[in-house]
C-alpha cells in the first residue's frame, strides 16, 4: 500500500451519497514488483475498527510510471463515514494481490504482524503515505521550457531514471493526418560504455470522448538504468510522420545531454562519501551536501608533496535563520595543473554522532567556484525539516585531498593530513581567530597562521 487519502475538492473533502447517505472518498495507490507474473486481481481489504465485516474493492491498473512498480489505483466509500470526521472512526486497510494459481499474498512489509494491518485515525488525517518502504533508488531529470535542466536524486546502475520533458521546448512539429495527430516527441537515451540506446515517448495526447486532439501534455519516461552503466547521453526528437518532413532535434547542440551514473548505494565507492549540491543559501560559503558515489575506484594513497593543493582558508559557520539551526564548516582549496586528470577535490572529516555516540568519518567532495579555487566543507548541525534527515555532529580532525587519474589510468588520492595524523579542530583553530558576522549568524576564520596552513610544501 503506497499511499491512501480522501479526495479533495474546491469545497473540501469529497463525498459520495446513496440514498441520503454521504461518505467521504478516499483514493489509493498500490504498488507491485514490476517482476510479479500471473496477476489475476488486485483488491483493498478494508473496516471500521469493530466490524466483524471486511469490505473489499477492487484495483485498476494505473498509466502512471511507478519505477520498479507497476501501480494500482483504487477508491471506496461504501461503509464508510461521513461527511465531517469522527474521532472515534478508525479504518484498517490492506492490500492484497490474488495470483493465477489462487494465491493470495497480503500486504505486511510495513506491519509484518498476521493482524497487524495500516489504520486510518484522526491522528493521521485518516490518510497514509509509505513513500519509505520497499525503494528503489531513482534518479529524477527535467528539462524545463527555459531551457534548463535540473536533477533530484542519483542515477545508480540498477536504479531508474525517471525522465520529465517540457514539450514546448520542441514546438515546430504539430502535423495531423486526416485530422488526427500524427507527430510525437521522443527521449532517446544511450548507455555508456556499452552503448544500449532506449527511447520512449514524452507526449501525452489529450483525448475528448476517448478521441486523441492535437492537445498534448508532459509524460514522464521511466527506465532502468543497466547495471554495468556509468554514464548516459540523451537527446530529443520532435517529428510529424504521416509522410511529413518535419523533424528537430534537442540535442545540446548536437553534443547530447550527458548524465553522469553511480554505482549502486551499497557499493564501497559510496561508503561515507558525500558532494555539494551546489544550493543557493543564505550565504554563499554555506555547503549542502548530500550521499555521493564516487566513479571509479582509488588505487593509491600518498602525500601531497609537490604542491598540488593548498588550503586557503577555513571555516566555522553557523546560522538561525527562522530559528532553525544549521551549522557547517568550509575549506577552500586551491589546485594547480596536475600530472594527470583532476577528479575531484575534498575534505576528509572524523566526527563524533552527539546523538548516538558514535564515532564516523565523512569525505567530502567540493564544487570549483573559480579558476583552480575549489569550495568543500562538512555539515555538522542540520535540523529535521520537511523530509530532510537532521544531524549533529561533533567534527574532532580534519584533512584535505585531491583525486587525480595518472596517465596510467590507477587513481591516485593526494593528501594534505598532517602526515597521515590529520588536523584536530583545536589545532586549526589554535591561533587567534577572526569573526564575520553574516545574516542569520557568524563564521569563524581560522588564522592563517595555524598548523594546517604553516605545514604546507608550498608556502
Excluded at 478516499?26 to 510479479?36: E, M, N, Q, R, Y
Excluded at 490492506?94 to 491522528?123: I, K
Excluded at 533508488?137 to 520533458?165: A, I, K, M, N, P
Excluded at 530532510?388 to 585531491?402: H, K, N, T
Aim: net charge negative; proline share 5%.
Amino acid at each position: 500500500m503506497r499511499s491512501i487519502e480522501r479526495r479533495v475538492t474546491d469545497a473540501g473533502y469529497q463525498t459520495r451519497c446513496v440514498d441520503g447517505v454521504c461518505s467521504f472518498v478516499w483514493w489509493g495507490a498500490i504498488d507491485l514488483a514490476a517482476d510479479l507474473e500471473d496477476v489475476a486481481d488486485v483488491q483493498l481489504l478494508y473496516r471500521l475498527r469493530g466490524q466483524e465485516r471486511w469490505w473489499q474493492v477492487s484495483a485498476t491498473r494505473s498509466t502512471d510510471p511507478s519505477p520498479g512498480f507497476v501501480r494500482y489505483e483504487v477508491e471506496l466509500s461504501e461503509n464508510l463515514f461521513g461527511p465531517t470526521d469522527d474521532p472515534t472512526h478508525e479504518i484498517d486497510v490492506v492490500a492484497l494481490v490474488t495470483l493465477a494459481n489462487g494465491q493470495r499474498l497480503f500486504d505486511h512489509n510495513r506491519f509484518p504482524g498476521d493482524f497487524e494491518n495500516l489504520t486510518l485515525q484522526l491522528a493521521n488525517g485518516f490518510a497514509a503515505n509509505d513513500g519509505q518502504t520497499c525503494r528503489v533508488d531513482v534518479g529524477r531529470l527535467e528539462f524545463l521550457e527555459s531551457w534548463h535542466h535540473h536533477s533530484t536524486g542519483l542515477l545508480r546502475q540498477g536504479g531508474y531514471l525517471h525522465l520529465s520533458y517540457d514539450i514546448d521546448r520542441l514546438p515546430d512539429c504539430r502535423g495531423t493526418h486526416n485530422g488526427h495527430p500524427a507527430w510525437d516527441i521522443v527521449a532517446h537515451l544511450r548507455f555508456l560504455p556499452g552503448g544500449e540506446e532506449r527511447s520512449g515517448s514524452v507526449r501525452e495526447l489529450v483525448s475528448v470522448n476517448g478521441v486523441p486532439t492535437n492537445q498534448a501534455t508532459d509524460r514522464p519516461f521511466v527506465t532502468r538504468i543497466p547495471d554495468d552503466a556509468s554514464a548516459v547521453e540523451i537527446w530529443f526528437e520532435n517529428y510529424t510522420g504521416a509522410g511529413s518532413s518535419c523533424v528537430s532535434w534537442d540535442s545540446n547542440l548536437g553534443a547530447n545531454y550527458r548524465f553522469e551514473i553511480l554505482p549502486p548505494a551499497g557499493d564501497s565507492r559510496c561508503l561515507n562519501v558525500e558532494k555539494d549540491r551546489g544550493i543557493n543559501a543564505e550565504d554563499p560559503r554555506m555547503v549542502q551536501m548530500a550521499p555521493y558515489c564516487l566513479s571509479y575506484p582509488i588505487d593509491a594513497q600518498v602525500a601531497a608533496t609537490h604542491c598540488e593543493l593548498r588550503l586557503e582558508g577555513f571555516g566555522d559557520g553557523r546560522i538561525g535563520h527562522y530559528g532553525i539551526p544549521f551549522g557547517w564548516f568550509v575549506a577552500y582549496l586551491r589546485v594547480g595543473p596536475q600530472e594527470g586528470e583532476l577528479l575531484n577535490v575534498g575534505i576528509y572529516t572524523r566526527f563524533l554522532d552527539r546523538a548516538s555516540g558514535e564515532r564516523g568519518e565523512r569525505f567530502s567532495l567540493g564544487l570549483e567556484v573559480s579558476e583552480g579555487i575549489w569550495k568543500t566543507g562538512f555539515n555538522a548541525l542540520v535540523t529535521p525539516l520537511n523530509g530532510v534527515s537532521g544531524q549533529d555532529l561533533d567534527a574532532e580532525a580534519f584533512a584535505f585531498f585531491i583525486d587525480v587519474r595518472r596517465p596510467s589510468g590507477a587513481v591516485h588520492r593526494l593528501w594534505h593530513s598532517n602526515g597521515g595524523s590529520n588536523f584536530s579542530r583545536a589545532e586549526i583553530f589554535e591561533r587567534t581567530t577572526t569573526i564575520e558576522s553574516i545574516p542569520y549568524g557568524q563564521i569563524e576564520w581560522a588564522n592563517k597562521s595555524a598548523s594546517p596552513f604553516t605545514s604546507q610544501p608550498c608556502q
